[in-house]
Every structure is written in structure tokens, then in C-alpha cells.
């Protein structure tokens, strides 16, 4: 029986959510089980399942509030009245401290595309992307009215340059077990980016 006081059910599911997230900080999610959530927010599986009809429903949850959270956090760092490069670094810095502020999202979406069958969370992941990149496209289509960019930028190339430099920081953290380093290496990084990108007499940072 739970010993947690009665929550409204919207309240619940956002807890839900964030149990998740924390608890994918510190062990694979593809061995994560309601059990174990249920257990880690003092409930009853009885309880967590009064609230989502299905594990799937519960990991589909999770990939929405990464999903609004993250693009919301990016559509609110970028200054419109700016260039592309501070756009560019600063949707790279912003997406940075949200994952070390949240430690388990990398591991939670890596894991979620890499189901053989397309899961209701594995489309949220996937629309996240897409407008991911088409974000990116079009701070880099501004090039042509601002000047801060290459001559014959490949827009395509830039954009996938980018998510990669942020995936592989991501990879690297996790591999030696410290997520402080994404931190601490991003700026680096993204002046080397800058650098492969910015016109002539705009790359400094």
C-alpha cells in the first residue's frame, strides 16, 4: 500500500515522468521496469498503472516531456534580433546544460531508437529531430542576409555537423561515466564548429 499522500492525476503522471528520467541516470533503461519505478516513488505497480495503461504509455509520457521541455528551452535561448553563429551557440550551449541537468535523457532517447519496432516514444523521438533540424536549417538559411557565414555553406553538412558534435560529447560523457565533462568541453568544441562554418573575419568567438 503507499504511504504517499493522494495526488491529482496530472500531478502523478508529471512525477511519474521525472522518476524516470532520474532513475535512467543511473542504469540502463532497457532494464528499467515498472517495478522498479513504482518501488522508487513508493507506490504500488497497481497504483503506477492507474495512471498509464502501459509501460509503453509511460516511456511515451517521458519522451513528450523531453520533447516539449528541450525545444521550449531552445525556442527560448535564441535572441531573434541575432545573428546566426549566436544562435548557433547558443541552442549548442542550452542544449548542453540540459543534459546535465538531466543525465538520463541521452541514455533514455539512444535507447528508445534503437527498438526494431517503431514504439509510440520512438515517434515522439523522431518528430523531436526533425524539428531539431529543421530549427537548425533555418538559423543556417539566414547566412545569405547576414554575411556570418561561409560562402557555399553546405547547409545539410552543417546541420548534421552540428547534432553530432552534441551527440558525440553526449557518448563521450557516458562512456567514462562523467557528465561534467560535457560541460566543460562544449565551449571547445563549438569554437571549433564555429571555426568550420564562419566567414572569413567572423571567427572569432
Known sequence: MSSRPHLPAQE???????????????Q???NLTTAAIAKHMNL?????????????????AVA??????????LDSAVD???????ALERM????????TRHP???????????????????RVVDAMFKRYRDRLMAILADSDESGELADGLDREAAATAFIGAVQGLVIQSMVVGDVGLVRVMAPRVFALYRRGIAA???QAG
Request: hydrophobic fraction near 40%; include cysteine.
Open 104 to 122: 538520463g535523457v541521452p541514455r533514455l532517447m539512444l535507447g528508445q531508437l534503437q527498438h526494431e519496432e517503431v514504439t509510440p516514444a520512438q
Open 200 to 202: 572569413s573575419g567572423t
Open 64 to 73: 513528450h516531456w523531453v520533447s516539449e521541455r528541450l525545444m521550449a528551452r
Open 92 to 99: 549548442f550551449m542550452t542544449h548542453i546544460e540540459f543534459i
Open 28 to 30: 540502463d533503461p532497457a
Open 44 to 60: 504500488t505497480q497497481g497504483a503506477l498503472f492507474r495512471h498509464f495503461p502501459s509501460k509503453d504509455a509511460i516511456w511515451e
Open 80 to 86: 531573434p534580433t541575432g545573428g546566426p553563429l549566436d
Open 12 to 26: 502523478r503522471r508529471e512525477l511519474t515522468v521525472r522518476a524516470v528520467i532520474d532513475l535512467c541516470g543511473q
